[in-house]
């Protein structure tokens, strides 16, 4: 390659500068300095085109430091464990934003404010704003809210009585405080929780318009059709610029009937923004055995603890963690194994008894000791860490126990 074309070729080298290199013959120890500039220029354009097309992961990179997170240990067995029936994975349905493809490197964690002690009394509960919001739940419904008497759900004194009676009196100190706020009206009833829980209990429940079927059993179209119709309906209530449906179920019962559940939460402008809203600001309807609805709860937690944005891990090294057993589960068999893992997603545990609200990989795996005779399986739910190992105290590992 001639002097003229190998310094266009590594950048734009001052015109004069190529002139002098080719044609400058004069000056023995100009032509020298010129040629040794166009070599320290390539070879500088050598070295950054290398760093730029070596993969990053080769290069150490040092993890900000922020506060470490503990997992939370509650355990749920008398709940039995989290666990799906179904012929096949893709039967268990849902609309969580996340998937493979997006390009997160962070998510936000939060310290939940509620706390618990040995003998799961809570702590931390906050009722002013607990009053704001029943209120605010009840403007969304177009009650009046100057005149709508709010009580607590504090045991009378005959209740305290009977239970003092029946344990001799051994009872926990704050076993009769107060973990929620009631206002009913015109057979409307909103209970707000600790966690920021609204429960809103219609009596008479509300009868849907012919054509409309609301059950236990409808099939996706039907719950698909009321859940439009749902989000016109309840728009106010709902109080979202973009409501997105969340059809989520999809799994049989032991009489082998599939069911369907109906949610909704807000859109975003961003990724992050989505996918908490999708976990945390979200709203249920149910119905009663007479297809009529009878409840709705809006979930709201309160988020105002931020912790950090923390890094996070892909889907393939959580995979790993996996295999490995560092996970929790209600289930109580070990992990199978790779072959059995039917599906993930990226979610947050949203439990009022997380010490912090973080997110997971949720893998569904097969059961396969489970697969009845008429070809129903059963999928376990294990979970792991999605925030990097570094910042964790205390990674899970299996050891053949329930844990959640």
């Not at 993890?63 to 893709?90: D, H, Q, R, V, W």
């Not at 979930?299 to 890094?311: E, I, R, T």
């Not at 795996?365 to 009845?372: F, G, I, Q, S, Y």
Request: aromatic share 14%; proline share 5%.
């Amino acid at each position: 390659m001639k002097t003229e074309k190998l310094l266009n070729a590594i950048g734009k080298i001052d015109d004069n500068l190529i002139y002098g290199a080719v044609n400058d013959a004069k000056t023995k120890k100009k032509n020298i300095w010129i040629k040794w500039s166009a070599a320290a220029a390539f070879l500088a354009f050598v070295i950054f085109s290398v760093t730029q097309f070596i993969p990053k992961s080769n290069f150490t990179e040092e993890l900000p430091k922020l506060p470490m997170l503990s997992i939370s240990e509650t355990s749920n067995e008398a709940m039995g464990f989290e666990g799906y029936m179904a012929y096949e994975i893709s039967e268990l349905v849902n609309a969580n934003p996340w998937n493979e493809n997006m390009e997160i490197s962070t998510l936000p964690v939060y310290q939940n404010p509620l706390s618990y002690d040995e003998n799961f009394i809570e702590h931390g509960a906050d009722f002013t704003i607990m009053k704001t919001y029943l209120l605010e739940v009840a403007n969304r419904l177009g009650m009046d809210t100057v005149n709508l008497p709010i009580s607590d759900n504090t045991p009378s004194a005959e209740e305290q009585a009977a239970v003092l009676e029946k344990t001799n009196g051994d009872i926990p100190d704050g076993y009769f405080n107060p973990t929620a706020v009631i206002a009913e009206k015109n057979g409307i009833e909103i209970e707000v929780d600790a966690s920021l829980t609204a429960k809103i209990t219609f009596d008479p429940a509300v009868t849907l318009p012919d054509g409309y079927v609301f059950s236990y059993d409808s099939s996706y179209d039907d719950i698909a059709s009321v859940a439009e119709y749902l989000k016109e309906t309840y728009k106010d209530l709902l109080g979202m610029d973009n409501p997105q449906i969340n059809i989520y179920g999809g799994d049989y019962d032991i009489d082998l009937q599939q069911s369907y559940k109906i949610e909704f939460y807000n859109a975003a402008n961003n990724l992050t923004d989505l996918i908490l809203n999708y976990n945390f600001n979200r709203t249920a309807f149910y119905c009663d055995e007479n297809g009529d609805l009878y409840m709705a709860r809006i979930f709201q937690p309160d988020l105002s603890k931020k912790v950090a944005d923390y890094p996070i891990i892909s889907a393939k090294e959580a995979k790993e963690l996996l295999l490995n057993g560092n996970y929790i589960t209600t289930v109580p068999y070990e992990m199978p194994g790779e072959n059995y893992i039917a599906k993930r997603e990226l979610v947050y545990r949203t439990s009022k008894h997380e010490k912090y609200y973080m997110p997971y990989y949720r893998f569904y795996v097969e059961l396969p000791d489970m697969k009845k005779d008429n070809g129903i399986k059963l999928y376990g739910v294990y979970y792991v860490p999605a925030v990097n190992k570094a910042y964790i105290t205390d990674m899970p590992i299996w050891d053949g126990s329930f844990n959640s």
